[in-house]
């Protein structure tokens, strides 16, 4: 299968208190461990680089799969949080909280748009079945 598309990153330094940059040079970040997790919190960290990933991407996804359906919705958004957890074998996995927000359909009509987008997304085809994904649609 051919590639639509490859984006590269390269850490330097001490990983989650290093720093990260792509190729193309748009992002270009110190990395910091967060304060819940003992580091200083002064830089950004992997999680939230997912979490502004995931969030874009899904967004994307509910967009596009409203138009193939022929469906107008505007003022849309979507909020996605990482969490952490313990693995309880002294390791760590990932959760995800997806937001969305579709004020112009009612609530089954905006579940079964956000459903859709979960079946296209390149993240959600990803992490299905790796890690746990709560998708809530509300309409404000």
């Known amino acids: ?16 208190n290093g720093h990260v940059t792509t190729t193309s040079g748009t992002v270009d970040l ?12 002064n830089g950004a960290n ?3 680089l ?14 596009g799969v ?11 958004s979507v909020g996605s949080r990482v969490h952490v957890l313990p ?9 995800v909280d997806l937001e969305v927000v579709i004020p112009d359909l009612d609530h089954d009509q905006a579940q079964a748009l956000a459903d859709a987008a979960h079946k296209v ?7 299905r079945g790796n890690i746990v994904v709560t998708i809530t649609v509300t309409d404000d």
């Open 87 to 95: 693995n309880g074998e002294g390791g760590f996995v990932l959760a």
């Open 46 to 48: 992997p999680e939230e």
């Open 66 to 76: 409203a138009r193939a359906q022929k469906i107008a919705i505007s003022d849309t």
């Open 30 to 41: 110190d990395l910091a461990v967060p304060k819940a997790m003992g580091g200083s919190g």
């Open 121 to 127: 997304c390149p993240y959600s085809n990803a992490t």
């Open 1 to 16: 299968m051919d590639s639509i598309y490859t984006a590269e990153a390269l850490s330097t330094g001490a990983g989650r």
């Open 50 to 63: 997912f979490a502004a990933g995931y969030a874009a991407c899904f967004h994307s996804a509910v967009q």
